[in-house]
């Protein structure tokens, strides 16, 4: 290892600053909010500033500082002040000129109270900063509130488990399970109340339900909360939506249970998804409940949120892109647009046998889109009914079957021949119908696929 990175306790710390430009306003901005003090000399010509003072400093403005961190422009004048700071025994940071400098300041990951850095030596700080952007996006920003509530507990703990290891387990547990899930979600009186728990009867943790978007396909339209709820299950209870390649960022050894439905063919009825949840919670396990496009849009996800809560298990909603969003983005189609759309409805053509369908005469006006989700099966219903209730013939629409998928594909036609082009290009599920004058902006994208191809 040839840097060490040391953690420098910063409230009440005198920080000096000297300079002036964007080097030195970049240096400033680190102990915004650090409780540390602050003092910025950016020199005589620098003019007048509430920020900083317009002198550099002299040993008696150094005494006692623990850092000096100096952004000049000439060497020999960087040289001078950081023997300056060294003589009253701070540590020196000279930007740019790590030859001069006592330490280098890393790429900085910033949660609140966890902190992470990444450093080179000062050999490479580009390149620090792009290992930061992909660590930063694997850390959840509620990390800060996970922090400070076992700060908070941690003399509790002492007191009530005054073993090491006894000590060492329970944090384990803790920062593993259902506290730590409910404290990212914003949850810290339940995380609390789950820590303490846990504390009093440390024999087995309830688990946690996670329901989770995976999204209209493309596993980079994960979200980062989707991502980490993945990489951290246990179980893995899947519908038929979840595809391989967002099912592989889960955690190597989770178990994957497959729940899938088709029309007509319901592989596990919904009673018994639910009961599984909860049986694999109760067992201690971290549950991801993956579902396609946002559990709550035509996904069952508040009957599952509901049971769940009913068996007093705790439950986390992650959203996801639902299809309608997803899928018409990569064919390039604006669900909204000021002179073609001013509206968009959301509409199932699967309705509960015996159910109310669609209520087409409200969804036929112009200049309004529709995003028809299990659309294939219905596409004459959906065609008649729109039509019946008054919507033009010619009215554009688009099919796009596996939308964001690499065998995503987008077919077009009118609202006339919606039936008859679903028949012909053998559409398959999932596939989402787009009824509206801004199907037409897939027309494009449609033919250069098919010269593609």
């Given amino acids: ?24 306003a970049a240096k400033a901005r680190l102990f915004d909010g650090s409780g540390a003090r602050l003092q910025w000399f950016a020199g005589p010509e620098a003019g007048t500033d509430d920020a900083w003072i317009p002198r550099w400093p002299d040993a008696e403005d150094i005494a006692g500082a623990r850092l000096v961190f100096i952004a000049v422009a000439d060497p020999a004048q960087s040289a001078a002040l950081a023997d300056l700071a060294r003589a009253s025994g701070a540590q020196v940071n000279v930007v740019d000129q790590p030859g001069l400098s006592d330490f280098h300041t890393p790429a900085l990951i910033d949660r609140g109270g966890v902190v992470v850095g990444i450093a080179t030596g ?32 941690r003399e509790t703990v002492m007191a009530t488990l005054p073993d090491f290891m006894a000590r060492r387990r329970f944090w384990e547990a803790a920062f593993r399970g259902a506290p730590r899930d409910l404290a990212l979600d914003g949850r810290t009186a339940e995380a609390r109340r789950e820590m303490l728990r846990l504390l009093n009867r440390p024999e087995r943790e309830q688990g946690v339900v996670h329901l989770v978007g995976a999204g209209p396909g493309d596993p980079e339209l994960l979200t980062l909360k989707a991502l980490r709820a993945l990489q951290d299950a246990d179980v893995v209870i899947h519908d038929r939506l ?61 009957e599952e949120l509901e049971a769940v809560r009913a068996a007093g298990i705790d439950v986390i909603v992650v ?95 009118r609202l006339d021949g919606l039936a008859r082009l679903v028949a012909r290009e053998k559409v398959v599920s999932p596939a989402l119908l787009i009824v509206g004058e801004v199907a037409a902006w897939a027309r494009s994208q449609a033919v250069a696929r098919e010269v593609a191809a």
Avoid at 12 to 19: H, P, Q
Avoid at 265 to 274: C, G, L, N, R, T
Avoid at 352 to 376: E, F, K, Q, S
Avoid at 399 to 404: A, F, L, Q, W
């Fill in 122 to 153: 000062g050999a490479a700080p580009v390149l620090a900063r792009e290992v930061r952007a992909r660590v930063e996006a694997a850390l959840p920003q509620g990390l800060d509130r996970l922090a400070r509530l076992a700060e908070g507990l």
């Fill in 242 to 302: 979840a595809p391989v390649a967002v099912l592989d960022r889960a955690r190597r050894d989770a178990r994957r249970i497959y729940v899938g439905k088709r029309r007509g063919e319901h592989s596990v009825p919904q009673e018994e998804i639910a009961a599984l949840m909860v049986a694999e919670a109760k067992a201690g396990h971290r549950v991801v409940r993956l579902k396609g496009g946002d559990p709550f849009v035509f996904g069952r996800g508040g």
């Fill in 1 to 24: 290892m040839r840097v060490f990175l040391a953690s420098i306790p910063l409230p009440g710390a005198l920080i000096v600053l000297v300079g002036a430009g964007d080097a030195a």
């Fill in 319 to 413: 959203p996801g892109i639902t299809a309608a969003l997803g899928c018409a983005a990569v064919a390039g189609i604006p669900l909204t647009h000021r002179d073609q759309a001013q509206a968009v409805s959301f509409v199932t053509a699967e309705t509960r046998p015996g159910g109310v369908g669609p209520d087409w005469a409200a969804l036929a006006a112009p200049n309004h889109t529709l995003a028809v989700y299990m659309g294939v099966a219905g596409a004459t219903a959906v065609q008649a009914g729109l039509l019946k209730a008054g919507r033009a013939p010619g009215t554009p629409v688009a099919v796009i079957e596996n939308g964001s998928r690499p065998d995503q594909r987008v077919v077009t036609g």
